[in-house]
């Protein structure tokens, strides 16, 4: 089973490279709000708010990939809607 931090990397990973970011955030909310503990449960609402601010986290930080050049840090107002539409999705935000 990942660990949130790696959830959140691949999330992070996947809104940034998908061509319609409100569809992707959508699918990804979708999967934050299904996720359990090994042990039964849902997500708490705390360990949901980390999820996003690591999410928020990877969205904001400069990348590289192998064998390509250089990405370019995303907007800080597009990042911060991104930010807040799953928020929103996952319902920790306003």
């Known amino acids: 089973m990942p660990s949130i931090e790696e959830l959140a990397e ?17 699918s990804i909310a979708s999967l934050i709000t299904g996720l359990t503990y090994r042990d039964g449960g849902h997500l708490s609402i705390s360990d949901k708010e980390k999820l996003v601010t690591l999410v928020a986290e990877g969205l904001a930080s400069k990348r590289t990939r192998p064998g390509g050049g250089f990405i370019t840090e995303g907007e800080n107002r597009n990042t911060l809607a991104l930010v807040g539409l799953l928020r929103r999705a996952v319902g920790i935000g306003k």
Do not use: G, M, S
């Not at 490279?17 to 409100?22: G, L, M, Q, V, W």
């Open 10 to 26: 691949e999330y992070a990973d996947r809104i940034r490279d998908a061509a319609n970011k409100e569809r992707e955030i959508a």
